[in-house]
């Protein structure tokens, strides 16, 4: 069997509402006691109505929202435990790869921008280090050298979903 990759124990995310205009306030059980182990090399689909907690789940998993109650366990760590400040190392290895190609690419960068900028702001200061890793990636997502001066306008959907990924 695979290593275990990532482990959801109970985890729960509440969102609070107020109204400010009725003074109401309210509760969303978005997300709630949800187990789940993830292996290495597996893939899992996560299924329901909409509404039900997916993407909740999802930027829960990445820290993008903070749960309310729960574990995450990666590499035998909780990642719920880790301080904000010392979270950018695991951000590095947790990805999203947005639904909708159209929203989740700033018009104004070029495509050599949009995949270059991840690895400046994790670290990578060496310029030719930076090259050979755009290099190598958007030679697997089937983009050319030539593309990579051109604008996500300038792209169809499904290529742009393909930049989403090299991201
Ligand atoms: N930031 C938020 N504040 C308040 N409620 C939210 C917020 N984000 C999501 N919700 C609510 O949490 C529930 C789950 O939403 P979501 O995770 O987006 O569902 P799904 O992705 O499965 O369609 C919904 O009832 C939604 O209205
Ligand atoms: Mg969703």
């Known amino acids: 069997m695979s290593p275990l990759l990532i482990s959801l124990q109970q985890l ?20 709630n006691d949800v187990d789940l182990d993830i292996l290495s090399g597996e893939t899992l689909g996560l299924v329901g109505e909409s509404g039900c907690g997916k993407s909740t789940l999802g930027r ?13 366990i990666y590499e035998d760590q909780n990642l719920l435990q880790i301080p904000e400040k010392a979270f950018k190392p695991y951000r590095k ?4 790869v947005f639904q909708d190609p159209f929203a989740s690419l ?4 070029s495509i050599r921008f949009i995949l270059e ?20 990636t958007i ?23 393909r930049i989403g990924i090299a991201r």
């Open 12 to 31: 729960s995310k509440q969102f609070y509402l107020y109204d400010q205009t009725t003074n109401e306030k309210g509760v969303v059980d978005a997300v």
């Open 60 to 72: 829960c998993i990445l820290r993008l929202i903070e749960p309310t109650a729960g574990k995450i």
């Open 93 to 96: 290895k947790m990805q999203i």
């Open 106 to 109: 700033n018009p104004r960068k």
């Open 117 to 136: 900028e991840p690895l400046i702001i994790h670290g990578r200061s060496n310029s030719q280090d930076r090259k050979n890793r755009l290099d190598e």
């Open 139 to 161: 030679e697997k997502v089937g983009l050319t050298q030539e593309e990579l001066k051109r604008y996500p306008h300038e792209f169809s959907g499904g290529q742009r979903q």
